[in-house]
């Protein structure tokens, strides 16, 4: 891809992230917060200034995107995204260092929820909803919002939401890719403000209604209470949000199907049978276990509901200390680490489908031992499933764990405890945001060590891309003409 055209398509993507600065601005007006209008304002207009620019000049020029440049082009769109939302946290001088804002920007935007701070009730009202917003942006993938908005990329529309969007199998829900992802992000939009007027209703203040809503749909976890969630103490909130975090974790184009009464396409999707069912019983297995805890089967399964939903679709929400559950229950949740959601949603992990192949797979592979020249094949939402998809998910399946282990040898060189820092690996590559042990969900990410910090960076990136549009920049084939 000619450097020009590059250049130009980076700049329109930044404008328009810059645009939805328009919120912490209009907040910060709302709640007289004056002195932090220039955080806001200083990267809206010099984004929209520059993309509008970029937008007009080359208008007519034809986009053509190679496989090599739609790699390039979404790993640093996403770099230079993550480097646009440090500046409003770099103005405000509540982080104090480079490593800080952009670790805070990057888990923002990839949904991870993992934070440095320690007092975020200290922050302008603006710029929680700032952070809670770059969840929202990221959640459903600013790439899919650009080819919503700008039929010029409809040339390599379906190639870009491919390189970012999540699970092994990736289409089409209507002709067009631009429909497609208009399609999804008005649903993405719809479920967010049905949400922030039920959390409304519920008790929060309309700002913390919008924040909570961005943060729940984008299965990111960002709060504007000390205590997240739990500093409401109201189980009408807490079942509204596990609500909406169990409805952020499923395919998007599952509503898709419902709006449009194509209700088979429902009842034969595998990976929705598997998410239910690993929800319903590490929600029930956990509440049991937490009987002796809470006092009462109502409260601990008002408790499990919410974790077990925090951690499987990777939001990150806390109302509890879970490290202070029983060991048993503490393994449950462990074990959700690498569960993550479905694909084609909002959440990070490993992803449900993702273990339903390889679960399949190996049923298969114990079959043929018993019956050598039987012919078997899996079997995905009532369909033969393609052998490149077995592959597909057993190479993913080898990067995802590798990389998990190297960063899990790094977090251990930076003095983190061996459990810390898988459990940290775990979630800086899943997106989770809360580990276990020095990690936990009542602890922050500040006091590492820079290196460490810039290190989980790469890996919240590299894993809401699903690994490859980062990773595959190291192949000696990349560079080969």
Not at 175 to 197: D, H, N, Q, R, V
Not at 219 to 240: D, K, L, W
Not at 301 to 306: D, G, H, I, V
Not at 358 to 370: D, G
Request: aromatic content about 16%; overall charge positive; some cysteine.
């Amino acid at each position: 891809m000619p450097i020009f055209i590059f250049v130009r398509l980076i700049f329109i993507i930044l404008a328009i992230v810059g645009i939805f600065l328009t919120f912490p601005v209009i907040t910060a007006l709302a709640c007289g917060e004056f002195f932090t209008l220039h955080w806001y304002l200083i990267p809206m207009l010099s984004t929209i200034a520059l993309g509008s620019i970029f937008y007009f000049v080359g208008k007519k020029t034809k986009i053509k995107l190679s496989t090599r440049s739609v790699f390039a082009f979404v790993a640093f769109a996403w770099i230079s995204i993550s480097m646009l939302g440090t500046v409003p946290l770099l103005f405000s001088g509540y982080f104090k260092t480079f490593a800080d804002a952009l670790f805070e920007s990057v888990s923002a935007f990839s949904t991870t929820g993992a934070t440095v701070l320690s007092e975020v009730e200290n922050l302008p009202r603006s710029l929680n909803l700032w952070r809670c917003e770059m969840h929202w942006l990221g959640g459903m993938g600013i790439i899919a919002l650009t080819v919503a908005l700008l039929p010029l990329l409809g040339v390599g529309g379906f190639q870009l939401i491919k390189a970012e969007s999540t699970g092994p199998d990736k289409g089409k829900i209507t002709p067009k890719m631009a429909s497609t992802a208009e399609t999804l992000w008005l649903l993405y939009f719809g479920f967010t403000l049905a949400e922030a007027i039920v959390l409304k209703i519920c008790g929060m203040d309309v700002i913390d209604s919008i924040s909570y809503a961005f943060s729940t749909l984008g299965t990111g976890g960002f709060a504007t209470m000390n205590s997240s969630i739990a500093s409401y103490n109201s189980p009408a909130i807490e079942i509204v949000c596990t609500v909406f975090m169990f409805l952020a974790g499923i395919n998007f184009s599952l509503y898709f199907y419902v709006i449009s009464g194509k209700f088979s396409e429902i009842k034969k999707n595998s990976e929705l049978k598997a998410y239910l069912s690993i929800f319903g019983i590490c929600m029930v297995v956990i509440a049991i276990l937490l009987i002796p805890h809470y006092g009462s089967f109502a409260t601990a399964l008002r408790y499990s509901s919410f974790q077990v939903a925090a951690i499987m679709t990777t939001t990150g929400f806390a109302t509890a200390d879970y490290l202070t559950w029983p060991n048993a229950a503490q393994f449950f949740l462990f074990l959700l680490f690498f569960t993550g959601g479905c694909s084609g949603s909002t959440s990070g992990g490993f992803k449900v489908i993702r273990w339903v192949v390889l679960q399949k797979q190996a049923k298969n592979e114990m079959l043929r031992m018993l019956h050598p020249h039987g012919i078997f094949s899996i079997s995905i939402n009532k369909k033969a499933g393609r052998k490149d998809l077995v592959f597909n998910v057993a190479a993913f399946a080898f990067v995802y764990f590798g990389l998990v282990g190297i960063t899990t040898m790094i977090g251990a060189f930076c003095n983190l405890d061996v459990f810390t820092s898988l459990t940290a690996s775990l979630s800086m590559v899943g997106n989770i945001g809360p580990a276990f042990g020095e990690l936990g969900p009542t602890a922050n990410y500040g006091w590492l060590c820079p290196f460490l910090k810039y290190w989980y960076c790469f890996a919240m990136i590299a894993g809401r891309l699903e690994l490859y549009n980062l990773i595959i920049f190291i192949l000696p084939d990349y560079w080969k003409n």
